[in-house]
């Protein structure tokens, strides 16, 4: 992501998880919709532009995440990482996934269902 986006929204370097949410929920294809993003988040604080960003993940959440078990199944045993990262829509390191104690897709898959759509990941390991 380009430095002049963040200079744009005003947000410093050192946010660097604020950073990271904008890089994956706003990915440089999506264009239109990270010119939006920008517009309207434009001279915000950062405590403002933060809760927009959740609007947009939990946005995402409802529109990209997994609906049906076996999907998920599938997509976790080609690439768990993205797939966890579709799950909950945010970035995830590798510090963050391995943390994951369970291996099991459909198990990860019937936990999280039990729990709000929008938990975040760090939260969703307290369930394990």
């Known amino acids: 992501m380009s430095d002049d986006l963040f200079d744009t929204l005003g947000i410093t370097k050192k946010a660097v998880e604020l950073m990271a949410a904008i890089e994956f929920l706003l990915p440089s294809q999506e264009q239109e919709q990270r010119y939006f993003f920008v517009e309207e988040n434009k001279g915000l604080d950062l405590k403002t532009i933060n809760r927009n960003l959740l609007k947009l993940r939990k946005e995402n959440?409802?529109?990209?995440?997994?609906?049906?078990?076996?999907?998920?199944?599938?997509?976790?045993?080609?690439?768990?990482?993205?797939?966890?990262?579709?799950?909950?829509?945010?970035?995830?390191?590798?510090?963050?996934?391995?943390?994951?104690?369970?291996?099991?897709?459909?198990?990860?898959?019937?936990?999280?269902?039990?729990?709000?759509?929008?938990?975040?990941y760090m939260n969703f390991l307290l369930h394990l």
């Open 61 to 120: 959440i409802h529109k990209y995440s997994y609906k049906k078990v076996n999907d998920f199944i599938l997509d976790y045993n080609n690439n768990d990482k993205k797939t966890l990262e579709k799950l909950f829509q945010e970035p995830l390191n590798d510090v963050k996934l391995s943390l994951l104690t369970i291996n099991d897709p459909e198990q990860i898959f019937l936990i999280h269902s039990k729990q709000p759509s929008d938990i975040r």
